[in-house]
Structures are given as structure tokens and as C-alpha cells.
């Protein structure tokens, strides 16, 4: 497939989309929010190839979501943390959740669940919600082109 | 670069992203969005190959995130418009959307807004909260994963 960067796009969500819209991506991601720090987990966790993960963990560095810092044990690892730009992508990551909680399981099929450690309980569902607090499924949107 | 399926992980974001993880699958999901409905307003929009977006349309019309329908004014052309399934993916584009906002544009730079029609305001900003109501961002999460 041709890639179109979408760097001077004016929409946000294009410009999102150039920077994790991959699969690999949005999952190391997630490995990094589940407290994955080191490249031997991260292949492990997710079975990419080396030279993938390589590839996309020095891409999300360069991009400011990951930071490389020495290993927290003083061994001679480099290990890899979230920024603050890539923890803000939460909110990607559970509403993609829970779009596939509710349309990728069969009923009564298990699925990984994402709980307050405290309580146990799930997360409330995300609502996209106007300024005065209705949901945003339930009204008209419009997109204002930037001039 | 290989593509693993990810239809039979326990992971609801994992599958998710096997349905709508690449780029071009939720810009078409955008647009849709906006109103778009004709093969050729697709194209025309995202300046996407033919041949590619022939199979993304396909592909999520056999997903359940599109359906296909006569043409609204009665021509020969047949027009795509979202499902249910299509339609909550909202929070997925909002989120996107929000990051891309806050991290992708320069200070001054102009991009799209999403507004609500009504009140020409923006939305609000999508927070994961755990049930209890406080910002998932500030708690400790636990994944359970599926026995």
C-alpha cells in the first residue's frame, strides 16, 4: 500500500492516525501501559518480529511517546517509558477497548478486562459529550474546515 | 510486514485493531462520519486508490461497519452509510481526534474542529473515569486477563 503521509493534513484525526495508526504501534502502546519496559517483553509479549519492533519502538521515540532511559536493576538494558504524550493516548486505548468488548466476543467468550486495581471494577464507557453534557451520538456534529 | 491475525486474542483492543487498525479503515469510518456516502466522493475526498479503497469498503461492509444501500436520489449508484456497529466508533475518532489536537499541530496552527451544530462548540474532552468517577489516568489499572 502507498503511504500518504498525512503530516500537513489539517484534520486531527489524520494527523493522529500518522503517528500510531498502525497496529504494532497502538499495541506496544498498550504493553508499555500494562508496565512493559524492555524489548525482550515487548517481542515476547507481543511475537513481532525483532526487526519490527525495532523499527517502531525508535519511531515512537522519535515521535516523543516513548522515552529510553537506563535499567531501573543497573543492568546494562535500555528500557522504554511512556511519556506524557504517550500516556494521553488512554483515552485511544479504551475506546478501542471497548468497541471490541462489545463487538468482537462472542457471547459468554472471555475476554481480558481493564479494572481500577482498588475496586476491580471496569471503567465507565467513554461518551463523546457536548459542552452542555449531551451525548454526542444524539446530536449533529459538524466539522469546521481549518481556513 | 506480516500480518498476524488478531481475531482469536482475549484482548479487546487487539481485535478491535484487527477490524479498523489501519489508517485508511477509520479515515473512510471519518468520512462516513462527515456524510459521505458514493464510492466516488470517498475517493475524491481521501484521495485514496481505487483499487484500495474498493477493498477497505468491502472489507468493512463485511465487518458490519458499513452497509450498502440504493442511491438516495434513485440513480444506479449504491451508497455506503454507517451501521450501529460503525456508528460507536465515535469515541475511537473523538479520542483521536483530542490527542491529535493537542499534540500535532504547531501553537497557532489551524486544524478542523468538531463542533456541536446547535451550539458551535467544541466537544468535551473524553476522560477515562473509573466507576467511581475519578480520571483513569490517576489510578492504578489491572488487566484480568481471560482465564
Known amino acids: 500500500m502507498r ?3 498525512m503530516e500537513h493534513d489539517a ?8 503517528v500510531v495508526g ?8 498498550r ?4 508496565g512493559v519496559r524492555r524489548f ?14 525495532s523499527t517502531r519502538l525508535k519511531h515512537l521515540t522519535e515521535a516523543g511517546l516513548l522515552e529510553q532511559q537506563p535499567a531501573s536493576d543497573g543492568s546494562a538494558y535500555r528500557e522504554y517509558s511512556l511519556t506524557q504524550k504517550g500516556r494521553d ?8 477497548r471497548q468497541w471490541g468488548e462489545r463487538y468482537s466476543f462472542a ?3 472471555l475476554y481480558s478486562r481493564l479494572v481500577d486495581r482498588e475496586t476491580g471494577h ?5 461518551i463523546p459529550r457536548t459542552a452542555d453534557g449531551r451525548s454526542a451520538g444524539d446530536v449533529d456534529l459538524d466539522v469546521l474546515q481549518a481556513a
Do not use: K, Y
Open 40 to 53: 525482550s517483553d515487548f517481542q515476547r509479549h507481543l511475537g513481532m518480529a525483532r526487526n519490527i519492533l
Open 11 to 18: 484534520c486531527p484525526i489524520a494527523r493522529s492516525l500518522d
Open 89 to 96: 493516548l488512554l483515552p485511544v486505548l479504551v475506546a478501542l
Open 22 to 29: 498502525d497496529w504494532w504501534t497502538l499495541l506496544i502502546i
Open 31 to 34: 504493553e508499555a501501559f500494562m
Open 3 to 5: 503511504h500518504i503521509s
Open 107 to 109: 457471547p459468554g467468550e
Open 122 to 126: 471496569d471503567l465507565q464507557p467513554l
